[in-house]
């Protein structure tokens, strides 16, 4: 099966720093790649995903790149705020059984981001 | 709200117990996926439904562990005989099909098993 490797586990910067954090996943046939961001308590959020066929996302502050020979994608957030402290996880998805394109999501194990003012 | 609710928020329960979890996906989405998240740890996947169909069940769920979602829409997740190691944060998630892949999570459920 799939596995995702994350680091670092945890990051610290001073706000208007930018952060990036790396994931690194095994199976090759892996084909989406979405981040989600989840504060103390809350829900797991989808920030920004990426499929398997496009080298970099973008959404304002917030990117995504994928190395599809190296296997591993990164976010990049720039400009960090305070808000944007939380812990972030990657996911990897393989296509799904019987014939559908994307599947269950298996996780990284996660970075606790904390943004100083 | 349309976004994908979890109904209870949180359950504590005596170990040998049984315990259930019913969760309502976004409206027009045909998938739900059950995930279990311990403390410190990601999501991970338990089993997975397109429509009323069962698709996939994680090889680490015991068979203590069943669901349904008997009309392709709510979907259960019961627990038999429960476990201290059951204690978790149980989240589904929902999402279309074709082009509309990505999945959006409820608030989960909290199990306590004393």
């Known amino acids: 099966g799939e596995n995702v490797e994350q680091h670092p586990s945890t990051l610290s910067v001073q706000e208007g720093d930018s952060a990036v954090i790396k994931c690194t996943y095994s199976?090759?046939?892996?084909?989406?790649f979405p981040w989600y961001k989840q504060e103390l308590g809350k829900r797991p959020q989808l920030i920004i995903d990426?499929?398997?066929?496009?080298g970099e996302k973008k959404d304002q502050r917030i990117a995504v790149t994928l190395n599809k020979t190296a296997k591993h994608f990164s976010l990049h957030i720039t400009e960090t705020q305070p808000e944007d402290s939380a812990v972030y996880f990657c996911?990897?998805?393989?296509?799904?059984?019987?014939?559908?394109?994307?599947?269950?999501?298996?996780f990284g194990q996660g970075t606790i981001l904390t943004v100083h003012p | 709200d349309t976004g994908v609710s979890q109904d209870p928020r949180h359950k504590i329960t005596k170990r040998g117990q049984n315990v259930t979890f019913r969760c309502d996906p976004i409206?027009?989405?045909?998938?739900l996926y059950w995930y279990r998240q311990t403390l410190g740890q990601g999501p991970e996947f338990l089993t997975y439904?397109?429509?009323?169909?069962?698709?996939?069940k994680s090889r680490l769920l015991s068979d203590r562990f069943s669901a349904e979602r008997p009309k392709g829409s709510f979907s259960t997740l019961e627990i038999q005989r429960t476990e201290q190691g059951d204690s978790a944060m149980y989240l589904c998630?929902?999402?279309?099909?074709?082009?509309?892949?990505?999945?959006?999570f409820g608030p989960g459920t909290r199990l306590t098993v004393t």
């Open positions: 996911a990897a998805s393989l296509p799904g059984p019987g014939g559908t394109s994307y599947g269950k999501l298996t």
């Open positions: 998630a929902s999402s279309g099909s074709g082009q509309s892949y990505e999945q959006y």
């Open positions: 439904f397109q429509n009323e169909a069962q698709l996939e």
């Open positions: 409206s027009e989405h045909n998938r």
């Open positions: 199976d090759s046939a892996s084909n989406y």
């Open positions: 990426i499929r398997s066929n496009v």
